[in-house]
Structure formats: C-alpha cells, structure tokens
C-alpha cells in the first residue's frame, strides 16, 4: 500500500529549463546598459550551456561569461541578480497543481527532497505556490547531506512516518534519484527528459498526471499479491 509520494523540484515539478530560459532572456533585457554589445541569443544561449541543466553553480557560470563576452559587471553583482529575480520567472510542469490537489485528496502523504541551496529553492518553491502541499519539504544545504546520499531519503521517510516499501519517489536524473530511491527501498518513478535516453526505473512517465495511473496500477498489484 502506497503512503506517501516524495518528488524531486527541479526537471520535475518546476520546469527549470524553460525557467531558466525566461529568466536568461529578463536578465539580458535588465541588464541592457552592460551587456548590449553582446546579441542576446548568444548570452542565453552560452548561460544555459554553462549551467548544464543547473549542475553548474552560477558563480562559475557568470565568472566564465565575463571573460568570454568582456561584461564590465562582477561576477557577484550577476550571482546577486540571479538570486533575487530567479524565483520570479518560475515555470511549473503541466498538471502540476491539478496532480498534488489529487493526491491529497487521496490522503496520501507528500514530501519533497531538493538539492540546492536552501533560501533559493524555497523561494522557488513559494513562487510555484505549493510550499502548503506538502508535509515534509527537504533542502540539502539546509540537511547538510544531498542526494544521492541514502541517509536524506530516509530523513525523508522518517519525517513522514511511513516505510520505503511504502512510498515512491519521482526525480529526473537517473542516479540522484532514480538509482537512489530503489536503492532506498522505494518505488522509483523517473520524469523523462532529453538529457539521458535510457534510465532503468520501475515506471517511466512523461507528464505529472501520469501519476494517477501508475498509482492505480501500483496498488492494484499489490493487493493482488
């Protein structure tokens, strides 16, 4: 019997890519004044290059496009435009409000384990609106532990007061979160998209309301047995 459903943010419930497309495009546009010698498909695109899908912290990120594009800005004063309009130009995933409504309709517990730093994903968060979602929401910096490190999925389950077998996680990257949770214990779920071709999860879905059927399916089975 499935409890409780613990997601991953980024590449699963907050469209980061497009997100982060928005936000590049708007910094440009603010920034105007320092930057107007550079055209502007070429900066986003060479930020969303160098972020890699956000696995580049953004320090090293801006400190590359200054020297590239001889910007006359510091890499802290861009860090800090980040940090500040970011949360701005958040983009949720489709059905995403829709799904989490179900789910607690449901009566199914929700969690959230992130890694990232913790004032700058919960601003995020709020600017989905679904901070109120969930019952348990866990920021790595804020832990002192990340995935895939098993320890923060457990402080996870813990928290919820429910067992691995009992739960399942859905992320997008196939080992910070996939590979992780079936380590755990945990049914694992991994949201597709481009950046890996072929993940070994238990079920793989496309879009948030999938999870409605794969609940079905899931408890169905496990009650046949």
């Known amino acids: 019997m499935i ?7 980024d590449g699963t419930l907050l469209d980061r890519d497009q997100s ?3 936000f590049i495009n708007q910094q440009y546009e603010r920034l105007m004044p320092h930057l107007s010698h550079i055209l502007k498909e070429n900066f986003v695109q060479r930020f969303i290059e160098l972020d890699d899908h956000g696995y580049v912290w953004k320090d090293k990120v801006y400190q590359q496009l200054i020297e590239e594009f001889s910007i006359e800005l510091s890499p802290e004063a861009l860090l800090e435009d980040y940090l500040q309009q970011f949360k701005h130009h958040c983009v949720p995933f489709e ?11 449901q009566g199914l517990k929700l969690g959230m384990i992130t890694n990232g730093y913790g004032q700058f ?8 609106g679904i901070e109120d979602d969930f ?8 832990e002192g532990i990340k995935k895939p490190n098993a320890e923060i999925f457990h402080r996870a389950l813990s928290k919820l007061e429910v067992s691995a077998n009992e739960s399942m996680y859905i992320g997008d990257h196939p080992f910070n979160d996939v590979e992780a949770a079936k380590k755990v214990g945990m049914v694992a779920i ?7 071709q072929s993940v070994e999860a238990d ?3 496309e879009n948030l309301i999938e999870i409605q ?8 089975t496990r009650h046949d047995d």
Request: charged share 25%; hydrophobic share 55%.
């Open 121 to 128: 994903q919960l601003d995020n968060i709020r600017a989905l």
């Open 20 to 22: 982060v497309r928005v």
């Open 190 to 196: 991994w949201k597709r998209n481009d950046g890996w």
């Open 213 to 220: 059927d794969i609940l079905v399916v899931l408890q169905k």
């Open 3 to 9: 409890k409780a459903v613990i997601f991953d943010l």
């Open 135 to 142: 019952d348990v929401i866990l920021i790595s910096e804020w």
């Open 95 to 105: 059905n995403l409000h829709s799904m989490l409504h179900n789910l607690k309709k």
């Open 203 to 205: 079920y793989i879905m």
